[in-house]
Structure formats: C-alpha cells, structure tokens
Nanobody, 121 residues
C-alpha cells in the first residue's frame, strides 16, 4: 500500500505565492521521478513539473521562471514552490510518484488525491 498526501493548496491573489508539498509513504523500495500535474475545469490534465531522484527537473513552458520543483529523498517528499501566480494557474494539482515496491520489482505510477489552487484576479 502506497499513499501520496498533498498539502498547501488554497486561495491566493494574482501575483502571490503558494508552496505545495507531497509526502509518499507505505511500502516503497525506491522512488524514481516525482512530479506535479494539474487539471483546470474543462481542460486536459497536464504535467506541470517533474524531478528525478538525481535532481534533474523539467517544467511546462507556462510556469518556467515562476515555479520551482524540489524533493527531499530522505523524506520521500516533493515540493512545488509557486511564485507569481496567475488566474490561469487555477486548477486541482496532483502529485505523482514513479516507484518500485521491492528490489527488481516493476515500476508503477501513483497519484495523490489532489489539492485545489485558486488564484483570484
């Protein structure tokens, strides 16, 4: 059993900041990539940012320069620092983790339950 628990969402004015956190727990052997996706009403879910276990990160173009993804491997936790928020960033944000539960076991992606981020104009 693996759980991803997100926190840090909320309501903020345009230009403000929020920091999302996501902690993975349970039967985990190793975590490869961790990331954040988001889904706005009426839109497809999109990958916002991802980071490997070695610290390499990538971002969707719309958040480059504003969002920063980071992780604490010892705590199995990933963070998303969001600065300069815009109304178009409003969405439900989901944490993901690609992990294995045993040595030489298959990899699988797990998702959190989602946290709402609302940016008012």
């Amino acid at each position: 059993q693996v759980q991803l628990v997100e926190s840090g969402g909320g309501l903020v004015q345009a230009g403000g900041s929020l920091r999302l956190s996501c902690a993975a727990s349970g039967s985990i052997f190793s975590i490869n990539a961790m990331g954040w996706h988001r889904q706005a009403p009426g839109k497809q879910r999109e990958l916002v940012a991802a980071v490997t276990s070695g610290g390499m990160s990538n971002y969707v173009d719309s958040v480059k320069g504003r969002f920063t993804i980071s992780r604490d491997n010892a705590k199995n936790t990933v963070y998303l620092q969001m600065n300069g928020l815009k109304p178009e960033d409003t969405a439900v944000y989901y944490c993901t983790a690609d992990l294995t539960q045993r040595r030489w076991g298959p990899g699988r992606s797990y998702w959190g339950q989602g946290t709402q981020v609302t940016v008012s104009s």
